[in-house]
């Protein structure tokens, strides 16, 4: 049903018109309690084989919404209400910013990907603190903050761009997550080189700390697909020096040759982040090389590319504790997250693993990787 109506309402709209009403439906469903009970029973069944212990969480289970959906934290319980055991906001950046000019999202419906120039489009971080301290949650879930740096702020000031973003946002945030990958803020992909990430993930750390004493808010650093192995390898070895809590593997390609794509041409060469199922093959290539390194001394977040319970499951045997969706659930509808537990829960069943957490890494240990 939902993909008919993907094809005769929502591909013959804008993208970002199309999100922003879908976006209003879900809050408006999650408003209403009957309506949001309902459909929270039939959206989000829990599988009690799938329940997750990461980064000190518990959780439903370990398919959650990456970020990029919820930038402003506007629909937290309206995503949970739809399945998702986590959701990331964000990217909130210190100061509120429109972004980059529009037309900056763009679906390649026969690639089942999309790209994105939005420039970290959200109304900063005092004003998503507020409204997280102000949420009343209907669901229990577990949010992560996703921050990054504004695009006004020089490179060279980014540590106190960042340490802004986590002084007012630590306190609401079961965990935290520094984004250093995305293409589309000039210059923000350098900050992924070991010697300027160093300083800015201890500043980061120390802020979360100051500002938060009576718990540990876990931190986590998200990278991009596009690092060579020997970088993936170096930012690896940071995370285990500075006593990070995971990575994020990983954020969206600016790579186009080698990952067949069909799209129009004219689509294709549009600058930005690629998403979606072109991604999948390189992201689990990345999990796997930091599986290989860290082990179960780092939580790994597997994203990119996760359209079906089969690529969640693979990733989870390639490493990852977590595992999070966005430009599928485009493609997929609501049912999405449920598609994923109930395929998840079926294959856990018939495997030789009596826990999720026993699968977790086991392709890539039998590898000897």
């Not at 790209?115 to 102000?134: D, K, Q, T, W, Y």
Request: aromatic share 6%; charged share 25%; net charge positive.
């Amino acid at each position: 049903m939902y993909r008919l109506f993907f094809h005769l309402i929502f591909k013959r709209m804008d993208p970002e018109q199309a999100h922003h009403l879908a976006f209003r439906w879900i809050r408006l469903a999650a408003s209403v309690p009957v309506l949001r009970t309902f459909v929270a029973a039939f959206l989000a069944p829990r599988h009690k084989a799938l329940r997750t212990e990461a980064l000190g969480l518990r959780m439903h289970g370990p398919f959650g919404l990456a970020a990029g959906f919820d930038k402003n934290a506007a629909a937290v319980d309206g995503m949970a209400m739809l399945g998702f055991d986590h959701v990331e906001i964000g990217t909130v950046t210190g100061r509120a910013q429109p972004g980059n000019p529009k037309k900056r999202l763009f679906r390649l419906v026969p690639d089942r990907a999309l790209i994105n120039r939005m420039g970290f489009n959200n109304e900063g971080s005092e004003a998503v603190a507020a409204r997280l301290a102000a949420r009343r949650a209907v669901f229990r879930t577990v949010v992560g903050v996703n921050i990054g740096k504004t695009k006004v702020v020089p490179e060279a000031e980014a540590a106190s761009d960042y340490v802004l973003s986590t002084e007012r946002l630590a306190p609401y945030a079961d965990y935290l997550v520094v984004n250093v990958s995305s293409p589309n803020t000039p210059g923000l992909r350098n900050l992924q080189a070991t010697e300027s990430l160093r300083p800015l993930l201890t500043a980061v750390r120390e802020a979360a700390d100051r500002t938060v004493t009576d718990r540990r808010v876990p931190l986590l650093v998200k990278i991009a697909p596009d690092l060579a192995d020997e970088d993936v390898d170096a930012v690896a070895d940071l995370a285990l020096e500075l006593g990070l809590d995971g990575i994020i593997a990983t954020n969206t390609t600016v790579a186009r040759e080698g990952l067949g794509l069909r799209s129009a041409p004219e689509l294709v060469k549009e600058t930005g982040g690629l998403s979606g199922a072109p991604l999948k093959a390189r992201s689990l290539e990345v999990l796997r090389r930091l599986y290989a390194r860290v082990g179960d001394r780092l939580v790994l977040i597997g994203v990119g590319g996760i359209e079906n319970a089969e690529d969640a499951w693979q990733r989870i045997l390639a490493g990852a504790t977590l595992i999070q969706g966005y430009s599928a659930f485009i493609y997929e509808g609501p049912c999405y997250a449920r598609a994923i537990h109930r395929g998840l829960a079926e294959r856990l069943a018939a495997s030789p693993y009596a826990t999720l957490a026993e699968a977790v890494g086991a392709d890539t240990r039998k590898a000897g990787l």
